[in-house]
């Protein structure tokens, strides 16, 4: 069975789109096709890593000297199928991408990825792909030779400090998602799902006045949640109801952000935004 089939075809339940006027084109992921070599765009990873760890200006130039291949790719648009030998490390610009296996007729989002965000980091170590990623939504992304991303890493041991800094969080926010689908009810866990992504793209700068854009479907949060779309269209109807926010047209407000938390329980201890964690050199 072909892995891309089902997560191409949950059309019947997405959102409409959003004008977003405040956010800019590249959030909207309306900038143009590229796919000539550019310096790597690393201003949202950069951000993210000034806040929580700080970033020296040498190892911010050494990444920006780093060569990318963007690209931009559609809706529900494979990255990589599970089987895949990786060539490349991929960073995302904008837009969303999801890991996911097939489990018999069921697809399982593992994870999440944003803007800011190396979806495939393990690669540098394990070249075949264990699972799928797919595009959300458009997205785009800038891809990075293996061997020169490991180069850099080589004659930077501060950088590997970091590379290495950011598997270990996408461990540490894998193991939440494993308490979040087997240990929280409906509501905690849809909720806190949520504020995970509110925290993480708040730390790249891409929420305002408590808002944010998602082009997630109820079928792709049940499908991240473990329950189905019937249940996530009730939970979610329950915390409009609540007035804890609001999500039309592709956008959640967070109406009441603190009401929410408590809902889900929600601590953000394990993301490491803004924590000047600084790793061990």
């Given at each position: 069975?072909?892995?891309?089939?089902?997560?191409?075809?949950?059309?019947?339940?997405?959102?409409?789109?959003?004008?977003?006027?405040?956010?800019?084109?590249?959030?909207?992921?309306?900038?143009?096709?590229?796919?000539?070599?550019?310096?790597?765009?690393?201003?949202?990873?950069?951000?993210?890593?000034?806040?929580?760890?700080?970033?020296?200006?040498?190892?911010?130039?050494?990444?920006?000297?780093?060569?990318?291949?963007?690209?931009?790719?559609?809706?529900?648009?494979?990255?990589?199928?599970?089987g895949d030998v990786a060539r490349h490390c991929t960073v995302v610009i904008s837009g969303?991408?999801?890991?996911?296996?097939?489990?018999?007729?069921?697809?399982?989002?593992?994870?999440?990825?944003?803007?800011?965000?190396?979806?495939?980091?393990?690669?540098?170590?394990?070249?075949?792909?264990?699972?799928?990623?797919?595009?959300?939504?458009?997205?785009?992304?800038?891809?990075?030779s293996i061997s020169e991303l490991q180069g850099l890493l080589d004659a930077r041991p501060?950088?590997?400090?970091?590379?290495?800094?950011?598997?270990?969080?996408?461990?540490?926010?894998?193991?939440?998602?494993?308490?979040?689908?087997?240990?929280?009810?409906?509501?905690?866990?849809?909720?806190?799902?949520?504020?995970?992504?509110?925290?993480?793209?708040?730390?790249?700068?891409?929420?305002?006045?408590?808002?944010?854009?998602?082009?997630?479907?109820?079928?792709?949060?049940?499908?991240?949640?473990?329950?189905?779309?019937?249940?996530?269209?009730?939970?979610?109807?329950?915390?409009?109801?609540?007035?804890?926010?609001?999500?039309?047209?592709?956008?959640?407000?967070?109406?009441?952000?603190?009401?929410?938390?408590?809902?889900?329980?929600?601590?953000?201890?394990?993301?490491?935004?803004?924590?000047?964690?600084?790793?061990?050199?």
């Amino acid at each position: 069975m072909d892995v891309a089939i089902n997560l191409a075809t949950q059309h019947a339940s997405s959102f409409q789109d959003f004008p977003g006027k405040k956010l800019s084109a590249i959030a909207l992921g309306r900038c143009p096709l590229l796919s000539t070599w550019e310096p790597m765009p690393t201003t949202l990873f950069a951000r993210r890593l000034r806040e929580a760890i700080g970033l020296s200006p040498e190892d911010h130039g050494a990444l920006k000297s780093l060569r990318v291949t963007e690209r931009t790719i559609g809706n529900r648009e494979l990255l990589c199928r599970e089987g895949d030998v990786a060539r490349h490390c991929t960073v995302v610009i904008s837009g969303f991408l999801a890991k996911y296996k097939i489990i018999g007729d069921r697809e399982q989002i593992l994870a999440l990825h944003v803007s800011g965000d190396f979806p495939d980091l393990q690669t540098l170590q394990l070249r075949t792909l264990d699972h799928n990623i797919i595009s959300i939504g458009r997205s785009r992304i800038g891809q990075i030779s293996i061997s020169e991303l490991q180069g850099l890493l080589d004659a930077r041991p501060s950088l590997a400090h970091v590379f290495w800094r950011e598997t270990l969080i996408e461990a540490a926010i894998f193991r939440e998602w494993v308490c979040n689908v087997a240990a929280r009810d409906a509501s905690g866990n849809i909720a806190h799902l949520i504020c995970e992504l509110a925290a993480r793209l708040e730390a790249v700068g891409m929420v305002q006045d408590d808002s944010f854009q998602i082009p997630l479907t109820q079928q792709d949060i049940a499908n991240a949640s473990g329950i189905s779309a019937v249940h996530v269209n009730r939970t979610l109807r329950d915390l409009r109801n609540r007035n804890l926010m609001s999500w039309e047209n592709r956008t959640i407000r967070l109406l009441d952000f603190d009401g929410l938390k408590k809902v889900a329980d929600f601590h953000p201890d394990y993301l490491h935004l803004g924590l000047r964690d600084r790793p061990h050199r």
